[in-house]
Each structure stands twice: as C-alpha cells, then as structure tokens.
C-alpha cells in the first residue's frame, strides 16, 4: 500500500513539474543554451549556420530551422556539417512549451610544424626576422620562435602557409591538415631583389606658402630590401635644385616630405618640377644590384589656396559669414555631415568646384527627416567670383549669387531660407587669420519682393592641419516688419591631418528669434584636393 502511494505520488509529481525532466537532459550540453518560452514546438539555431539537422536519424533541414507541430517527448539531435564535428544530444519537448536551442559548432582542427630556413648561400650580415601568416579566410599573424619554428592549429583541408621577412622574397607552402595530426611544413626564403614601387603622391599641385600639411607633398612608396637613398628635385631645365640623403630603409613602407623649398630654405618659384626618388642596395648581399629609380612631376602654384570651408549659408565660407576666398581651377571639396535640431537629424550633401580661376561653384542637397511621413527636401546653389584674392593687399573681396529651392519642411536649418540672395564678402588677411564681413540682400520666395537684409561677420584661423572660426549672422525682416531679427551664432572646426585629402568638421551653436532660443550641433566627413 505505502509503495502504491510512493509511485502515484512520483507520477504527480513529473506530471506537475516536467521541466525538471528537461533541464536535466539539457545540463548535460556546455557551452551552449536551451531556452524555454512560450508556444509550442522546436527552433534550432547555429554558429555557423547551414548545418545539417537530424531528428531521430532522419534529415529535416538546415539551421535556422523551426517546427511547430514536432511530437512531444524525447527526441536525438544530430547537427553535421562538413569541417566542423558532429554534435549529438537529446532533448525532451513538452506541449506547454517551445524550446530553443543555440549551438556553437566546433571546426575539426589540426596542427602544422612550420619552420621557416635561409636559402643556402644567404648572407648571413643580412637581418632575418620572419613572420608566419595562415588562416582559411583572413589571414592571421604567428610569431616564431628563437630557432624560427611555430606551432599552428588548423582547420582541416589543404591551407597555405606564407613567411614574410623584410629583404627576403615572400614565399608559400601548402601542407594538408588532417584531424588530431600533426603535419610539418619547411619554408626556404632567399633574399630580395631590390625594388621600389608602389610609390604615390598626396598632391600634384601645391603651395608651399600655406602652411603644415596643406603646403607640402608627401611622397609614399615600398621598397623590397635593406638601403638607402636621395631624393632630389630638378627644375624645367633638368637644374638640380634641392636633394635630401634619405636614411636607410629598414621596412617595406616609406615616405619622404618635400615643402617645395629649395636646398638653402628659399620657396622655389612656381613652375613645374621633376622629382626623383633613388635607392641603393646595402652591402648586406653578396651580388651586385644597380640602384632603382623612379621619378614624378610637382607643380608649385602660389594661387592655390586649399582648404575645407562650410556650405551652411549656400555661398561657401563660415557656418553665417561667407568668405571671399575660392577654391584654384580644378580643385574640388565634397562632404556629407548630420546637424541635431529640435530632436531631428537632418542630412546634408554639398560640393564646391572651382571650372575657372577665381570663380567657384556650390550646391547642396538636404533632406529633413520628421515622424508622421512629413520629411522634406531642398536643394540650393551658389556662384562667386573673387575680385582681390589678398595676396597683394591684404584685403580680399569676392561677389555672389545664390538660389534655394525647398518643398515643405525642406529647408536647410542655418540656411536664410528659400529664395534668392546677392552677398558681398569681404575679409582682412592678417597672418592666418581671416576677419570677414558680409551685407547680404535676400528675397524669400514667393513670400515677397522685398528682400531681408542679412549681415554676418565671423574670424577664422587657418592652421597646417586644422582652420577653426566663430560667424554670425543677423536677418532683418523688413517686408513683414519683424520687430526683432532672427540671429543665429556658431563655432565650426574642420581638421584634415597630412597626407590625407579627406576631412572631419564639427560644429554647435544657437539661433535665436523673438522668445524663440535654440541650439545645434552637427559634424561631417569630406574631401578637399
């Protein structure tokens, strides 16, 4: 009678409480994770997925893969894919309950024996410092050992191995890597013939009067094996007019600076130039190797004066006070960037392109994003021309035009608004620094023929790899006699580090009309050449 009563109270029991019959088979699987929710059924998941799903030795798909009428009860998993072990487990399903399982695969791996020799007949004065690279999809780095030796665990299947030692050619094997083995792969380097290549120039054309990295070309290129060099600049007429002893190359990557000076300091006149990169083999080989040369034009060109200015108020200069200055013929600026305004992000193309001497051109595309499908778009335009460029007073002047063109909720936020300006900017150059003014009228479209008087002012400071400024700008309303104007105030700073032509600007401020206080921040990425 007691063990009829033990028995019918053990089936309540498991009948009551079945997920302790679960948890049991499932602690059984580490590092993996079996997740009880609500519904009904199984869903399997893999890393990697597409693996093969057995269930009770019948195939039923690959992972993910999900089943929704599955019968209750107990049921063999087999999970197979080709490269990686098979993983079998039970599991046990409940109709009061889904269960989802999450399985990390383990790849079938072997090891490899590398050792990595010279050539026989190698120079021995000759630095051999190698590194082993492998892997089945991105290649991985190994350090060796003090006799150059390393063991590397595989995934099984034919891999290559590769050893790279600065002054000795590249070179590659490749071995079979079966399962709980271990191979062995010798790898035999000889040293390098002596090459230069791959060598590039930040810009073609510059001015050596601007300062840091805008001012100077930075000359990149890969050499093969241990040497040393000249590099050396001759004029039109084949005079050499600057060399530098370059130091002696000890890696594949170098770069050599030339700041369009000649060999006693002075700044070369404008012109073009032939420029010539020469390297030596070091005595580290025991045959002869004549030395490599390659050579590639410059031009020194004092007009151009290149650097990342704002399209926030259409015509290119400060975040509210356009600028006089202009890109030279053939340069051209592009970026992208985001302003946080009233909890939106608006987003912002814009290009300037120099086609003539002092004349350059802007557009920009903007889009709104609002909730409730209320999003618009713009696009504007501008055109200046530069009258005094500063160089000879320093006192530079530029007229413009702009046109901006906006459906509903489309306007640019810093923007003046839709419509059609004419601006005047004027700066005073002193130093690096530029002090601007601009009277601007604007006729906003199709509110009126009157236009709005804008004034702005700003300071910007032009350094070697940065140019930073404050601006603002005031909009008097005359046509819908506003009583106060609406003002609007920021700082910007636009970092480009040598020798990239690529750029980083960010910029905060605040807007102010009436009762009406706002503020703003934004950054952006761009181009400059």
């Given at each position: 009678m007691n063990r009829t009563r033990v028995t019918i109270a053990f089936l309540i029991l498991i009948c009551l409480f079945p997920r302790l019959s679960a948890a049991k088979e499932i602690s059984n699987i580490i590092g993996d994770t079996f997740e009880e929710i609500s519904g009904k059924g199984l869903e399997i998941r893999t890393n990697p997925s597409a693996v093969k799903v057995f269930i009770d030795g019948a195939e039923r798909g690959v992972t993910p893969i999900s089943f929704d009428s599955i019968a209750a009860g107990e049921h063999q998993i087999k999970l197979s894919k080709d490269g990686y072990k098979d993983r079998i487990f039970n599991v046990v399903l409940f109709n009061t309950s889904r269960l989802v399982v999450s399985i990390e695969m383990k790849e079938e791996q072997g090891s490899v024996k590398v050792s990595v020799t010279k050539a026989p007949g190698s120079p021995e004065q000759l630095p051999f410092k190698p590194e082993i690279f492998s892997g089945a999809s991105s290649p991985?780095?190994?350090?060796?050992?003090?006799?150059?030796?390393?063991?590397?665990?595989?995934?099984?299947?034919y891999r290559t191995i590769s050893a790279r030692s600065f002054g000795w050619e590249d070179t590659s094997v490749t071995v079979l890597i079966e399962e709980d083995k271990t191979a062995s792969?010798?790898?035999?380097?000889?040293?390098?013939?002596?090459?230069?290549?791959?060598?590039?120039?930040?810009?073609?054309?510059?001015?050596?009067?601007?300062?840091?990295?805008?001012?100077?070309?930075?000359?990149?290129?890969?050499?093969?094996?241990?040497?040393?060099?000249?590099?050396?600049?001759?004029?039109?007429?084949?005079?050499?007019?600057?060399?530098?002893?370059?130091?002696?190359?000890?890696?594949?990557?170098?770069?050599?600076?030339?700041?369009?000076?000649?060999?006693?300091?002075?700044?070369?006149?404008?012109?073009?130039?032939?420029?010539?990169?020469?390297?030596?083999?070091?005595?580290?080989?025991?045959?002869?190797?004549?030395?490599?040369?390659?050579?590639?034009?410059?031009?020194?060109?004092?007009?151009?004066?290149?650097?990342?200015?704002?399209?926030?108020?259409?015509?290119?200069?400060?975040?509210?006070?356009?600028?006089?200055?202009?890109?030279?013929?053939?340069?051209?600026?592009?970026?992208?960037?985001?302003?946080?305004?009233?909890?939106?992000?608006?987003?912002?193309?814009?290009?300037?392109?120099?086609?003539?001497?002092?004349?350059?051109?802007?557009?920009?595309?903007?889009i709104n994003p609002l909730s409730e499908n209320k999003t618009g778009w713009g696009v504007s335009g501008s055109v200046k021309f530069n009258i005094l460029d500063g160089s000879a007073i320093p006192f530079a002047m530029s007229a413009a035009a702009s046109y901006s063109w906006a459906g509903k909720n489309g306007e640019m936020p810093l923007s003046p608004g839709r419509g059609a300006g004419l601006y005047l900017p004027l700066s005073l150059e002193l130093a690096n620094f530029s002090f601007a003014v601009c009277p601007a009228a604007f006729w906003l479209g199709p509110e009126g023929i009157k236009p709005e008087f804008l004034l702005s002012a700003g300071v910007m400071y032009k350094g070697g790899w940065f140019n930073a400024g404050l601006s603002a700008r005031s909009e008097f309303d005359f046509a819908n006699n506003a009583k106060e104007p609406r003002i609007l105030a920021g700082a910007q700073a636009y970092f480009f580090p040598p020798p990239s032509i690529f750029y980083f600007s960010f910029q905060g401020g605040m807007r102010k009309h009436g009762e009406y206080l706002g503020f703003y921040g934004g950054l952006g990425l761009g181009i400059v050449f």
């Open positions: 991985q780095s190994s350090a060796l050992s003090s006799d150059n030796t390393v063991l590397l665990n595989l995934p099984t299947g792969a010798n790898i035999i380097m000889r040293p390098a013939e002596l090459k230069l290549k791959n060598i590039s120039a930040s810009r073609r054309r510059f001015n050596p009067k601007m300062s840091g990295g805008m001012g100077v070309i930075v000359y990149s290129f890969e050499v093969s094996a241990p040497c040393d060099g000249n590099f050396s600049v001759y004029d039109k007429d084949g005079n050499l007019v600057y060399q530098e002893k370059l130091k002696e190359f000890t890696a594949w990557e170098q770069s050599v600076t030339w700041n369009g000076k000649d060999s006693s300091g002075n700044i070369l006149p404008e012109g073009i130039y032939t420029v010539s990169i020469e390297v030596s083999a070091l005595q580290t080989s025991s045959r002869k190797e004549e030395p490599v040369k390659i050579s590639l034009g410059a031009e020194i060109n004092c007009s151009i004066n290149v650097f990342p200015l704002s399209t926030e108020s259409v015509v290119s200069g400060l975040a509210f006070a356009p600028l006089p200055q202009t890109l030279p013929k053939g340069s051209y600026q592009f970026d992208a960037g985001v302003i946080y305004n009233n909890l939106h992000l608006p987003f912002k193309i814009s290009m300037r392109v120099s086609p003539a001497n002092k004349l350059e051109l802007t557009s920009a595309f903007n």
